[in-house]
């Protein structure tokens, strides 16, 4: 474990950091990269907050957890889990104490920015069949044109039935993009700002450009998709306007750099820090407090709707809980812990002038820690106390947990929200952990592996405590 006092006596008051691989041992170097690999496959997997919900069920009951009854009682060491609507999940391990001391929760987000579908999507222009988006989270636009993309989603029918739709993950399947323009006609395109450069009214995903054969009538090019899509899903256009249905970036996670100590893949934001998490719960034994992981929808777009966690329904578990053992949730919340575990931003040298370098984390020098995040004077954050902040400097260097301090760009131009107000809201104490990302919000984000593991030794650590 690299020393955060240097040791010698002049400089024994300063705070130091250090890429953390150099001291990594051999069989701990191992185990990180055994648990990447299966973080990679998550990724894979989980592209969209419905299948994060799916693939963390499936690890969790495999793991022992099972579905939680409200009226139940529970001993200390039960396994469970509630899914809110299949877009967020809460996990629980219940404590030794249960919950009278307060609980322990982590809570990562399990959206990402992407291209979802508008509710009239499919039209056909000049020999081509489009569909229409409207961009969800914070994307840079231009980032999102002539790259490979996979359709995911849900559609449920007047009558019920609920189709599941993922097109372009298999090995053979087709896949879809939104086009731009060549640069031999990009003069004015070119000229515009880049915010400006491409409209979002032009991210049209290109899904066809063949008529139905043999008939004559309108719009032949619209018909053969959708006779397509009913062929293979018996859904016709109406359907389209009770779906969700998201485009994401087609490529599957693999690994950076010839050291391969990187992963680069699409969502690292925040399955990055979800999925750490996740595993520390299933590999948690008996806690103390009860150790909760929530893994919620819509942080991208503001922590709205009631998937997201700004809606009660992590209030209403803990309630549940207390009411099980006959305290008062608003007691069990007030003694409560948080750590809010989402990414924060990657010190980047080439764009060096976004960061106060100081203040930024660099990869490979451990798990994230911001005391607060918010933009333009902390606005929209949630700040840690100096009593938690210290509290868990403490718990991760008693438990061998590189971390770094760091805060999201330059202060007139970074910030950035999380959930932790959200969870602070509840009079929960929070503080911001995560993995830092260059990259982020790009199609392509990339992350460093060590970052990763210590990411879950964080989340560890605090559930052991
Ligand atoms: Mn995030
Ligand atoms: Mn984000």
Redesign the pocket.
Known sequence: MTKKVVKKEEETYLFKRENGLPTLSESKEKKMNAFCEEYKAFLDHGKTERECVREAIRLAEKAGFVPFEADKKYAPGDKVYVSNRGKALVLAVIGEEGCRNGVAIAAAHID??RLDLKPIPLYESNDMAFLKTHYY??IKKYQWTAIPLTMHGTVVCKDGRVVNLCVGEKEGDEQFCVTDLLPHLSQEQSAKTLGKAIEAENMNILCGSSPISGEKGEEMYKQKVMQILHDRYGICEEDLMSAEIEFVPAFHAVDIGFDRSMIGSYGH??RVCAYPALQALLHSKTPRRTAIVVLADK??IGSVGNTGLDSQFLNYFVEDLADAEGLKARHVLSKSQCLSA??TAAFDPSYASAYDVQNACLINRGVGVMKYTGARGKSGSSEASAEFTAKVRQLFDDNDVQWQMGELGRVDLGG?GTVALYVAGLNVDVIDIGVPVLS??APFEVVSKYDVYMTYKACKAFFAD
């Open positions: 990402s920015p989270g914070g934001d925040d942080e991208e989402d990414v950035g982020m919000h």
